[in-house]
């Protein structure tokens, strides 16, 4: 097959929504389908090309989230491209001005299309004061997803959200983790002296991007309700955002940022921590809790959206109630303080990461395109 990705985030840009892309772009690449990305343009690592299945479209900095860039594609160019590309699919990963202009392009050309859905709206409306856009939005999406085949979905609750929206052609398109890269042998040292954890002490872990929507208000005011019983731990912020501001800004002891990591230094970040906290209320499925999860830590995550999916409260994980400062300072508070429950809690988790392979989940998205492609066949012929 030839299948043409059109999104807003893609390499070298960090966030679930590319990752998750970009594993199954190398997915296809590997079973000997062809791949071909339009996306916005980003800064390149140094010294380092662009990636041969990119088509970028010039852009700008996105006002509510600078790390994202807001593409402006040219719809001639687009679809030039697409045509001498000849996919047989088209997948629109986001629904803006990219996914706009692949939607374009495929009802020109007459290429099925699938579209995923992988952000809560709604609630990040919530985060940015912007509740007044949340009824048009639905309406868009409510449009823009009807010219899909199906729209898959990270996580059945999440699926459940678009049901009661009134999107319901969905299909579920969940997340991998490769148990060798996110694994307790990466642990380090150095890294948690780096940030003055000695032998005694606890290392709390964040991984993801440090904004709004990911409660990090309700993780900073858990961290200094614990006060003094905090005391032999450090909190440490791996990712940038928007908060990095508001956390130098608190100086709350014990707490630190430490900037975005990649490849062995995210592995390292993740094992050589002792316990993981996702305080976001937002996750439509948290890629990020599920890595933490294969490097065997015990995790703390907001009972809300994708989670749900991954963790059973006091088995694998615990939940605390979404936006609860206090409840999540007593999780914290508890978990600190009981080793054993921490080891049991961990390894469950790690047994969990297990049996979620990227094999199975790239054979899912191929069998949907199939699908996708059968169903324009028939409706043709």
Request: net charge positive.
């Amino acid at each position: 097959m030839r299948i043409a990705f059109f999104t807003e985030v893609y390499w070298p840009m960090v966030s679930g929504v590319s990752l998750t892309v970009q594993r199954a772009a190398a997915g296809l690449a590997e079973r000997g389908h062809s791949v071909r990305v339009y996306t916005a343009t980003y800064d390149l690592p140094e010294e380092q090309r662009d990636r041969p299945e990119v088509h970028r479209s010039r852009s700008r900095p996105f006002f509510v989230s600078p790390e994202v860039q807001w593409a402006f594609p040219s719809r001639r160019r687009i679809r030039a491209d697409l045509a001498a590309f000849t996919p047989d699919l088209v997948h629109l990963a986001t629904e803006f001005s990219l996914g706009l202009a692949g939607l374009r392009a495929a009802r020109e050309l007459d290429v099925p299309v699938i579209a995923s859905s992988h952000t809560d709206y709604e609630r990040y409306a919530d985060r940015y004061g912007l509740r007044w856009a949340v009824a048009p939005g639905w309406r868009y999406l409510r449009w823009f997803y009807s010219h899909a085949s199906r729209v898959l979905c990270p996580s059945v609750p999440y699926e459940a959200h678009l049901h009661r929206r009134g999107i319901r052609h969905t299909a579920i398109w969940s997340r991998g983790v490769d148990p060798e890269r996110f694994n307790p042998r990466h642990r380090r040292a150095a890294w948690r002296q780096r940030f003055g954890a000695g032998p005694g002490d606890l290392l709390v872990t964040y991984v993801g991007r440090i904004a709004p929507e990911k409660n990090i208000d309700v993780l900073l005011d858990a961290w200094e309700l614990l006060g003094d019983r905090a005391a032999r731990a450090r909190l440490v912020f791996v990712g940038g955002g928007l908060m990095e501001g508001e956390i130098a800004r608190r100086n709350i002891p014990g707490v630190s940022v430490a900037g975005f990591c990649r490849d062995a230094e995210l592995s390292t970040a993740y094992a050589s921590a002792d316990l993981f906290v996702l305080p976001s209320a937002t996750e439509t499925f948290g890629n990020v809790l599920l890595e933490a999860m294969a490097s065997g830590l015990p995790c703390i995550a907001a009972a809300s959206g994708g989670p749900l999916d991954l963790i059973e409260h006091g088995w694998n994980g615990w939940l605390v109630r979404p936006d609860d400062a206090a409840a999540l300072a007593e999780a914290l508070e508890y978990l600190l303080a009981d080793r054993s429950q921490r080891f049991r809690l961990g390894r469950a988790a790690r047994t969990t990461a297990g049996g979620r392979s990227w094999n199975a989940v790239h054979e899912g998205l191929v069998a949907e395109y199939e699908r996708a492609i059968r169903e324009r066949q028939l409706q043709a012929a």
